[in-house]
């Protein structure tokens, strides 16, 4: 097939989740012979942190404003059997009207961002990259929240088709590595700094720090206030480029999950750091929410405290033979079904149906 993917970033990996699972679903695709065009939104912000300008698996035209590459998109939409915008996606709205116009066989939506976007569709009835009246027209509906929140979508906001369509991981960039001095700590945390998040990271990270001064913790990603005051045993690290965040995983006796509020008032909303993170053998450290575990075996595979101090006392109550099994069972859990190509394989399956109900030939004949 050939795939146009119009998604919030690819390049840059920079202070969003976006771009790690775009490139893990766009390798594995290409892998499995299908050509992907990806349209992106030029912004200073990761035009000045671009970590990948060229992926190999994927044709990237970068612009700054739409209408210079209006006549271009429509050029390559003409031939493409699907036709995807992903969630936050500046020009989303602009865009999907263009693909129901250009009669792409399959028309789909990619949102990583579920809850915020029918929280948002429910109060206004419409984002500034879907509209309400969007929805039917859609094929396909991928979703990085599963569980009633598709019902929902397909029962009262109109869309034909709701299916997850979860964060992956590349097993051959995050896998367990040997013990790094570099990143060798008791806790780590990576992401971005969110108002709804930061409570927990002082709970569950900087309290157990404050409980045991010699130990080491590190806490990776971009936008925190510099009025947030760590504990002096807590390292900040700007940005982690991708490539070392198999090593920081590995090298962290735990490693710690927050997740946003409403994906948590969901459900069933893992992290694309919740699976790169197992895929590492790290031991996760997560806050609680309906749906997890789905994912992974409480107590098993991940660790669910109640508060800071059992965060502390995994620390010091598990010796490393333990935690290691906890994580590498993690491991064994994700390997087996959340890989890209565990996703690819799904994108095509969907697509295949959604072919075969719409009488879509050049679709259903593409994956023959």
Not at 292 to 312: M, N, V, W
Request: glycine share 6%.
């Amino acid at each position: 097939m050939k795939i146009c993917i119009f998604g919030l970033a690819i390049t840059s990996s920079w202070g969003n989740g976006h771009a790690t699972t775009y490139r893990a679903l766009c390798d594995a695709l290409f892998a499995r012979g299908h050509s992907i065009v990806f349209f992106e939104h030029n912004t200073e912000w990761y035009q000045n942190n671009r970590d990948l300008p060229h992926p190999p698996y994927c044709r990237v035209t970068i612009f700054e404003d739409w209408k210079e590459v209006r006549t271009l998109a429509r050029a390559e939409l003409r031939d493409s059997d699907v036709a995807v915008v992903g969630s936050f996606f500046p020009d989303g709205a602009t865009v999907l009207d263009e693909i129901f116009d250009a009669g792409v066989p399959i028309k789909a939506f990619y949102d990583i961002d579920t809850p915020i976007t029918l929280a948002t569709l429910k109060r206004q009835g419409e984002t500034y990259y879907l509209l309400e009246r969007h929805l039917p027209q859609l094929d396909l509906y991928f979703s990085f929240t599963g569980g009633p929140l598709l019902q929902e979508l397909e029962s009262t906001m109109r869309v034909k088709t709701a299916l997850p369509l979860y964060c992956s991981f590349d097993p051959q960039k995050y896998r367990e590595l040997p013990r790094n001095p570099e990143f060798a700590c008791e806790m780590s945390y990576m992401g971005t700094y969110a108002p709804d998040r930061q409570p927990k990271v002082e709970e569950l990270l900087c309290e157990p720090a404050r409980r045991l001064p010699r130990g080491r913790f590190i806490v990776a990603g971009p936008q925190y206030p510099s009025s947030i005051v760590w504990p002096g045993n807590v390292e900040r690290i700007i940005h982690l480029n991708p490539r070392d965040h198999a090593s920081l995983y590995s090298s962290s006796r735990l490693t710690l999950n927050v997740t946003r509020r409403e994906m948590m008032i969901a459900g069933f909303s893992p992290s694309v750091r919740l699976f790169e993170a197992a895929a590492c053998g790290a031991t996760i450290v997560s806050d609680n929410w309906h749906g997890l575990d789905t994912f992974f075996a409480p107590g098993k595979e991940i660790l669910i405290p109640a508060g800071a101090t059992d965060a502390a006392s995994y620390l010091t109550g598990y010796d490393d033979s333990e935690l290691r099994n906890i994580g590498r069972a993690a491991r064994e859990r994700v390997l087996a079904g959340h890989t890209s190509a565990c996703r690819a394989l799904e994108f095509e399956k969907a697509v295949a149906i959604a072919a075969q109900r719409t009488s879509s030939p050049m679709a259903i004949g593409s994956l023959r």
